[in-house]
Every structure is written in structure tokens, then in C-alpha cells.
Nanobody
Framework: QVQLVESGGGSVQAGGSLRLSCATFGITYTPYCMGWFRQAPGKEREKVARIVDMGGNPYYTDSVKGRFTISQDNAKNTLYLQMNSLKREDTAMYYC????????????????WGQGTQVTVST
């Protein structure tokens, strides 16, 4: 059974930092891509960052460029999202997702999802 388990969310003041982690279990094949998505109340789910297993530049949505960094530790089967200079508009539920299908990497339709971790940024 595939499981993605996020951790590291919490409440932080604007300008602060958080690091999200996503541990993966039970994925038989190395995910071709893994990503972080977020959804704020009343808004659509948004892809925040994405990394491809075969290398290449990670993807970041414009609003987080220069502030967020996605990375992975293959030995630990863990994906990370380092979030610096947090803003109030970063407040959302953050989800980790993975897919073994290369053609899904640039979509929001990933096969495997975590349960989410809440990030709340206050001013």
C-alpha cells in the first residue's frame, strides 16, 4: 500500500521559515516526479514545486520562487520543501504528491497523495 506522510507544518510569523517533509512508503517504482501542492480555503489546489527523478531544473510557481526550495533524499525516500520568508498568502494545506508516469509531471493529476499538513502564517 502506497503512503505519503507529510510533516513539518505549523504556525509561524511572516518572515519565518518552515521545512516540510514527505516520507514515502510502498511505491514499487521510483516516482518519476514528486511535488508539493497547496490549497487555501476557497481556492483551487496549486502546484507549488515539482522535482523530476531524472534531473533537470525543479519547477516553482512564480509566487514562491527565490523563497522555497524543493529537494529529495532518495536514500531516505523523503521529499522536502524548505520555505523561507513566509508570507501570509502562503497559508494553506500543503500536500505531497508523487507519480510514476512522466506525462503527469506537469499536471495536477498525480497518482499518490499525502494527507496534508497545515501551514499558517500570521502577521
Amino acid at each position: 500500500q502506497v503512503q505519503l506522510v507529510e510533516s513539518g507544518g505549523g504556525s509561524v510569523q511572516a518572515g519565518g521559515s518552515l521545512r516540510l517533509s514527505c516520507a514515502t512508503f510502498g511505491i514499487t517504482y521510483t516516482p518519476y516526479c514528486m511535488g508539493w501542492f497547496r490549497q487555501a480555503p476557497g481556492k483551487e489546489r496549486e502546484k507549488v514545486a515539482r522535482i523530476v527523478d531524472m534531473g533537470g531544473n525543479p519547477y516553482y510557481t512564480d509566487s514562491v520562487k527565490g523563497r522555497f526550495t524543493i529537494s529529495q533524499d532518495n536514500a531516505k525516500n523523503t521529499l522536502y520543501l524548505q520555505m523561507n520568508s513566509l508570507k501570509r498568502e502562503d497559508t494553506a494545506m500543503y500536500y505531497c504528491a508523487a507519480d510514476t508516469r512522466s506525462w503527469k509531471c506537469d499536471t495536477n493529476e498525480y497518482r499518490y497523495w499525502g494527507q496534508g499538513t497545515q501551514v499558517t502564517v500570521s502577521t
